[in-house]
């Protein structure tokens, strides 16, 4: 291992650690902003606008970090540290982190604290609302026990209550009343009546204040033993009560210290009142008495409390047992054995009542929760604490503990590597320069290839421009199909070129696609004109089928469409030795809908007749498609066209341990495929990355001696729009298909996939075709005279098959006087073939394939004699807005190289321009100096002496001066006030860089080699309007 990946190891754990210890405090701020936003309910000491701002506060402390933390790792990298240095900062390091570890510590540690806190709080709040919730309950009842008294006893005459039927209301009805102990009724009684009621009830109102003051036990209880209640103005004695609390019948209330008071306070206040905690009678525990006022009637809510006085009734008072009762309520809950709870009467806060619990030692937390029962003059709390002490802060420790190990490992990792950073420091340094060698290289390989690729496409601009304008002269339909076949050829032989520069503009992400009207058709026409004679000559049946769903015309970048169709189908032609190529193009949406199609695919309906691999599974794996291979639903109201294009050949196929690396760049099945048959592997990666640009997708099958099938997907624009210059390319096909109008064909093929094909090219000349599948039929029907036929088309298998029906086809053709004309379709044409398909002189004619339109007219105008053979010319735009346009204009064309002066001269003057050229830059300076009467330049960017650049930049600076010079008067020009002629690069360098620089030296366009008559026309006529 280097000592720079020893070094850079080091920076990415101490990365790693960095980001860690940020992690924690980031958890821990984030523990104590929660916390903060909890007692913000509490205290309100935090809002939000501060939580927000401890926030931010918090991002730019993280964000200044990293970046202090990335500089820190840079400036170790690039400068000489001293150890002394080092040292301090290890040493400083493990005391930071050892107090980061301690402060840790106490953080976590009173975390678990405040959560014990916490914890213990929530306890002791529940049991303290339960308490309080039943207390309430019960004394809801009471008050309600109190108006039931007031309707039924007092105002009833005779009453409706007597003891026995108030002890058994009130046991059955003691569960809504979960607090009490009993009830009890008193009723009030003036001494001016004591005797009377004496008499009526049959007892003596006793006293009860010698019981408070002499308790006794429930055993020693005897109410007759008890003296009679002394003289004074009135009396409570109870008249009912509870069987639980029946000795208290005959008590006078107001005898009692504490009963006196809280009956006089209940009297006066209307509401229900408690005693201070007292040992209750016969049981001797700790309770206290709720006391409620019976009124004669309803009174005001603003009644005085003499008007309360005078309208008292009686007493009704609820015995609380507090002991036995907080030990239920303690019951009910499954954690009461973790806490101790005490409740105290707080109403005199220097001695508080102890009402329930013990003294038994816990921890030293304590909670305390207030209660309120109902009556304003008592007060009443729970105190809480835990039962088991605190434990130990396991967690606080060991993440303490960890923080501080981590810690130490880092200072021991940069202990380690600062010994070595001076070594990595010089291999730093040579990396740089060997950083800056490899940038030089970069910048030479791209100088590199702009110039092989100028030097190469120069000629072949040259060669491409003469056959372009030798397709304006006078050519036969033959004649242009070999100079088309050749201008094919030429642009083939480009494209190699331009793969590697393709690759080259992969690589820096630099390739960018057009956005142009195409006909898809012409192409796939072009594309089969350039393999036409690789395939005959190996007999492979080549062919096309597009579907009638397509539109004509499309909106993308048709080279690069052309250039992935080219590197599949030359792929296919490389590894095919027989069999057949076929290329289909559908609509996605077709893939799934049409029957055809699947059939297509099947191994027993093929082109040829041999297997092949199943098109379905190479487009297994798009997301075009679902899981099930369903195409997806698309909008009938886009305007967008997803085609599928799949090329099936019988090849060879690819190996299984070769599929993985098919799109790899450079890559090949084996190192005998580049001696064997050529090619540099690297069409199938660009093709992939095309694809890609295109939004599609590409997939592959192969089976090994069957075959492949490859298919990608390409998402267009619908160019089928009514615009002059869609209907302006239409007008050569127009003129073909008007030739044939009307004309039947027969197609002899028994095969139906190929007879497909056949009628595909046919019927794009317009004609009527029907298919058979063998000769005899065929003769049958042009024999009986029903079917008017003017072409038949027989296929070369059928021909050859049945040599007797050909016999007797000739002869049949040759007794009605040649009212039809005879055809074979061939794929390759021998010797033997030949003479076996003459008979008695007769030779039918033989249309080589692959078929195409421009082949398959051209034939037909041979046999047939209609047509114009000889004025046809390629590309001739018929409308005379393209020579209006140029016509009189005076353009400047400025190359070193006499032959593209020729072509791009020829090509200008075919549309009325008056051109003149110019060999070099300097002498383009002298002409273009204003004043002067062009109104374009076509200029060249690499030529001796001076090149394009600099003279492009010195032909502005004169025109700069000549502008200025206007503006301040010194000179005066009635034609213009602005000099400014348009500049247009013409160069066969393709480079990025160069289109870059033409715009920064002044220039107006780019014009790329070789180049079309159409594409300086485009470019000029920008200016032209």
């Excluded at 409706?160 to 209301?169: E, G, S």
């Excluded at 010797?831 to 037909?860: E, F, H, W």
């Excluded at 593209?900 to 051109?915: E, M």
Aim: neutral net charge; glycine residues 6%; contains cysteine.
């Amino acid at each position: 291992m280097s000592l720079l990946h020893v070094f850079g190891f080091g920076l990415k754990v101490g990365h790693l650690l960095w980001i860690l210890c940020c992690w924690i405090v980031s958890i821990l701020s984030m523990n104590w902003f929660i916390d903060a936003g909890i007692e913000e309910g509490k205290t309100g000491l935090l809002g939000d606008g501060g939580k927000k701002m401890w926030f931010n506060w918090w991002e730019k402390i993280s964000g200044n970090s990293c970046k202090i933390h990335h500089f820190c790792c840079h400036y170790i990298g690039s400068k000489r540290v001293g150890r002394t240095w080092w040292r301090k900062l290890l040493i400083t390091w493990v005391l930071v982190w050892t107090l980061v570890s301690l402060w840790t510590f106490l953080y976590m540690s009173s975390q678990a604290t405040e959560k014990r806190k916490e914890t213990l709080a929530s306890m002791c709040d529940e049991r303290a609302r339960m308490l309080q919730d039943q207390f309430n309950v019960s004394m809801n009842h009471v008050h309600a026990m109190s108006i039931l008294i007031s309707t039924f006893h007092h105002g009833k005459v005779p009453s409706a209550i007597d003891q026995r039927t108030f002890a058994k209301y009130t046991e059955r009805t003691a569960f809504e009343r979960p607090l009490t102990s009993g009830v009890a009724y008193a009723v009030r009684v003036l001494h001016s009546e004591r005797d009377q009621f004496e008499k009526q009830q049959g007892w003596t109102i006793k006293r009860m204040d010698t019981l408070e003051q002499n308790p006794v036990r429930k055993d020693d209880y005897d109410p007759e033993a008890l003296e009679p209640s002394p003289i004074q103005e009135e009396y409570a004695p109870v008249i009912f009560a509870q069987d639980t609390i029946a000795h208290v019948v005959s008590l006078d209330v107001l005898s009692g210290t504490e009963d006196r008071e809280n009956v006089l306070r209940a009297r006066e206040s209307g509401k229900g009142v408690l005693t201070a905690p007292f040992r209750l009678l016969k049981t001797n525990r700790l309770g206290v008495i709720l006391t409620f006022a019976v009124y004669k009637r309803d009174l005001p809510s603003n009644a005085t409390p003499n008007e309360r006085v005078e309208a008292t009734d009686g007493y009704l008072g609820g015995v609380f047992d507090i002991e036995s009762l907080i030990e239920k309520l303690l019951q009910q809950l499954a954690s009461k054995q973790t806490i101790l709870v005490n409740v105290y009467d707080t109403t005199n806060d220097s001695q508080p009542i102890s009402m329930y619990g013990s003294n038994v030692s816990g921890d030293w937390f304590q909670h305390v929760s207030h209660l309120n029962f109902g009556d304003p003059f008592r007060k009443h709390e729970m105190r809480c604490r835990f039962k088991q002490k605190a434990p130990w802060p396991w967690l606080s420790i060991t993440t303490s503990i960890g923080i501080l190990v981590i810690a130490l490992l880092v200072a021991y990792i940069f202990h380690a590597t600062v010994n070595r950073i001076m070594k990595v420091e010089e291999d730093f340094h040579k990396m740089e320069q060997l950083k800056k060698k490899a940038e030089a290289a970069d910048i030479a390989k791209s100088q590199f290839l702009a110039t092989v690729s100028h030097e190469i496409r120069t000629p072949m601009n040259g060669v491409l421009g003469m056959l372009h304008m030798l397709m304006d002269t006078d050519l036969d339909v033959t004649q242009q199909d070999y100079v088309r076949t050749a201008q094919a050829s030429g642009k083939a032989l480009v494209s190699l070129i331009n793969e590697v520069l393709d690759q080259a503009k992969i690589e820096s992400g630099k390739l960018e696609l057009e956005e142009v009207r195409f006909d898809l058709r012409a192409i796939l026409d072009d594309v089969l004109s350039l393999f036409s004679g690789k395939s005959q000559e190996k007999g492979v049946e080549l062919a096309v089928y597009i579907s009638d769903r397509v539109p004509e015309m499309l909106i993308g970048d048709p080279g690069r469409f052309r250039q992935i169709i080219t590197n599949l189908m030359g792929n296919s032609i490389k590894f095919t030795e027989k069999g057949h190529i076929f290329v289909t193009v559908h609509l996605v949406e077709e893939v799934v809908e049409s029957i055809e199609v699947e059939t297509e695919t099947s191994s027993n309906n093929t082109l040829s007749g041999l297997p092949v691999a199943d098109r379905c599974r190479s487009w297994a794996g798009f997301k075009t498609f679902n899981q099930d291979g369903s195409a997806l639903t698309f909008s009938s109201s886009s305007s967008d066209i997803n085609l599928i294009v799949s090329v099936e050949d019988t090849g060879v196929g690819i190996p299984l341990e070769a599929q993985s690396r098919v799109f790899t760049p450079f890559m090949q099945v084996g190192p005998s495929i580049s001696r064997t048959h050529g090619g540099t592997g690297i069409g199938l990666s660009i093709s992939k990355c095309l694809v890609g640009l295109m939004k599609g997708e590409i997939g592959f099958v192969s089976i090994p001696k069957i075959g492949s099938t490859f298919t990608f997907t390409a998402v267009f624009a619908d160019g089928c729009s009514n615009s002059n210059e869609f209907s302006s390319q239409k007008i050569n096909n127009q003129s073909i298909s008007l030739e044939f109008q009307g004309m039947k064909a027969v197609i002899v093929d028994h095969r139906p996939v190929r007879a497909k094909v056949s009628r595909y090219h046919i019927q794009r000349l317009g004609l009527h075709v029907d298919i058979v599948p063998d000769l005899n039929q065929t003769l049958r029907s042009i024999s009986s005279g029903k079917a008017v036929v003017d072409v038949v088309l027989v296929e070369q298998e059928v021909w050859d098959r049945d040599s007797s029906m050909s016999i007797l086809m000739t002869n049949n053709f040759q007794k009605v006087g040649r009212g039809f004309q005879l055809f074979l379709l061939a794929n390759s044409v021998s010797p033997a073939k030949a003479n076996s398909a003459t008979s008695d002189g007769y030779n039918p004619t033989v249309i080589m394939k692959p078929l195409r339109a421009s082949m398959l007219a051209a034939s037909l105008q041979r046999a047939m004699g209609v047509g114009n053979k000889g004025n046809l010319r390629n590309g001739e735009l018929p409308g005379l807005s393209l020579r209006n346009l140029l016509l009189g204009r005076k353009i400047l064309i400025v190359d070193d190289n006499n032959v593209n002066l020729r072509v791009a001269a020829g090509a200008l003057k075919r549309y009325g321009a008056d051109v003149v050229c110019a060999e070099s830059g300097k002498k383009a300076i002298k002409m273009l100096k204003p004043p002067h009467c062009f109104d374009a330049c076509f200029m060249d960017i690499q030529m001796p002496e001076m090149d394009g650049f600099e003279a492009t930049r010195r032909i502005r600076d004169m025109e700069l001066d000549m502008n200025n010079r206007i503006q301040h008067g010194e000179v005066l020009y009635e034609s213009t006030s602005n000099w400014h002629v348009p500049i247009l690069a013409m160069t066969a360098d393709v480079i990025q860089a160069t289109h870059e620089e033409c715009r920064r030296c002044g220039m107006d366009g780019y014009v790329s080699k070789p180049f079309e008559a159409e594409q300086l026309y485009r470019e000029v006529s920008r200016f032209f309007q």
